[in-house]
């Protein structure tokens, strides 16, 4: 039986990765920030951790809880928005810095602090979260700056990850859901359970030599 | 051209800032220092036409492992390499926009792109340069249909003296986004 831990799964996309895992029959690890996520976590059918991605200690503490335990994937799915409607002059290097706490080096910590786990697991995938926001060279309306600038470094940053552990036999990818309804999006876009079916069957057929690439929730690649 | 060089206490932007003097334009070259501030250099450079706003570094920072890399080493490589440049260009738009065929510059490097995969170690650099490109771009698609011509030159090498008198030349060329140091467009 496979397992895997998905981080920040209170809500939206990671909640129903949680679901679709549990249906599939994985042993699923999810983590909230907060009591009544983590009981939400529960009622779903899965082991419930504590995480703030943000928190250096916290993903000790969790990578603690789980050691000894293989994991076949992690999904650091995790993520702001930051203040969308800053205009372009008005986002700070504050901002920036609030941003890419959470969706870089948050999620870039925890999957490293994970990395015994994926190397005792037998599929050995590290996942975390990519957008077409991501994409610099589909970018013709500009907006959300610190987002974009974010997930682009993400790619940068899983580009590197994947050369490092190739040797390791672990596959890094990053995954990229489509507008999907969920609180960050205002609840437009496509229903969270169609993205997360086409993820999922993604997940299924990842191995290393997908290693390095962004794929989205139809199997296709995200341009850079 | 009244050019502006931020970034002279690197050899990359004193070189580049000698260039332009040499050729007889009128340059003005910030240092930067790790206490400075885009506002407080903004103000600094007054409210006064730019023609040429040029960004350069020589940051060269260790490789780390995954493991290793930490917080703080990574919010001051966003710090320095993603926000100070996104954000002095937004602070000096209007000195932009009374220059003459204005031009905003940032001088990379062509290992920040995602199309070589082989960049292991490299989580003090790599990323925040790649975000650099994409608020760039965001500062392209804003500011492009104003007259401000928006562009990133991605070097291999920073020390490659031949690429660096090259630059001005390349600067004036570029008609794509992104091109590396001899001018050819390169991909994200
Ligand atoms: N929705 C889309 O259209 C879309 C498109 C492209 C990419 N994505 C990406 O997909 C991922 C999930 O997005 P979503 O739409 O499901 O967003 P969401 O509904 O806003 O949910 C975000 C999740 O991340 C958690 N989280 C935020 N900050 C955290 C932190 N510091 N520590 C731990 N957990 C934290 C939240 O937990 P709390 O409940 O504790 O806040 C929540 O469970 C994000 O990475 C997002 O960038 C979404």
């Known amino acids: 039986m496979s397992t895997i831990l998905i981080a920040g799964a209170s809500r939206g996309i990671g909640r129903e990765f949680v679901r679709q895992f549990v249906a599939a ?27 703030d991605i943000t928190d250096d200690a916290s993903i000790a503490a969790l990578a603690q809880e789980l050691a000894g335990r293989p994991l076949d994937a992690v999904i650091a799915n995790a993520g702001i928005s930051g203040d969308l409607s800053l205009p372009l002059g008005a986002v700070s290097g504050a901002e920036l810095a ?9 999620v870039l910590r925890l999957v490293a602090a994970l990395k015994p786990n994926l190397r005792a697991g037998e599929r050995k995938l590290a996942l975390a979260m990519s957008s077409l926001m991501s994409s610099i060279s589909s970018n013709d309306w500009s907006t959300q700056y610190a987002y974009r600038a974010s997930k682009t470094a993400l790619n940068a940053a899983w580009r ?26 205002g609840h437009q876009g496509m229903e969270v359970a169609d993205s997360v079916a086409g993820m999922r069957a993604v997940v299924e057929g990842l ?6 690439r962004v794929i989205g929730y139809d199997g296709l690649d995200v341009p850079w | 051209m009244r050019v502006t060089i931020i970034g002279t206490e690197s050899a990359l ?8 003097a040499a050729a007889g334009h009128d340059v003005r070259s910030v240092a930067w220092s790790d206490d400075a501030t885009p506002e407080a250099v903004a103000a600094a450079l007054g409210n006064v036409p730019i023609d040429r706003l040029v960004f350069c570094d020589a ?35 209007g000195q932009l926009a009374a220059g003459t065929e204005p031009r905003l510059v940032l001088v990379s490097r062509r290992s920040a792109t995602m199309e070589t995969e082989d960049g292991s170690g490299r989580y003090l650099e790599r990323p925040f340069r790649a975000a650099a490109h994409a608020l760039w771009r965001c500062l392209s698609v804003e500011w492009g249909p104003a007259g401000i011509a928006c562009r990133i030159v991605a070097l291999d090498d920073p020390d490659d003296r031949a690429a660096v008198a090259a630059l001005p030349t390349v600067i004036e060329a570029a008609s794509v986004d992104l091109v590396d140091g001899t001018g050819a467009p390169l991909g994200w």
Do not use: Q
Not at chain 1, 207 to 212: A, F, Q, Y
């Open chain 1, 160 to 185: 590197s990850l994947a050369t490092e552990w190739r040797p390791e036999g672990i596959a890094c990818v990053l995954l990229r859901p489509g507008f999907v309804k969920t609180d960050m999006t």
């Open chain 2, 13 to 20: 932007g004193a070189a580049l800032a000698a260039e332009y």
């Open chain 1, 207 to 212: 191995d290393l030599s997908d290693s390095g």
């Open chain 1, 25 to 51: 029959g994985w042993t699923v690890h999810a983590t909230a920030r907060d009591g009544t996520g983590a009981a939400v976590l529960a009622a779903e059918g899965a082991l419930p951790h504590r995480l």
């Open chain 1, 98 to 106: 609030r941003v890419f706490d959470t969706n870089l080096f948050g």
């Open chain 2, 59 to 93: 940051i060269d920072p260790p490789d780390r492992t995954a493991e290793a890399v930490g917080r703080a080493e990574l919010g001051a490589a966003l710090a320095r390499l993603t926000a100070l440049p996104f954000r002095l260009a937004a602070l000096l738009r």
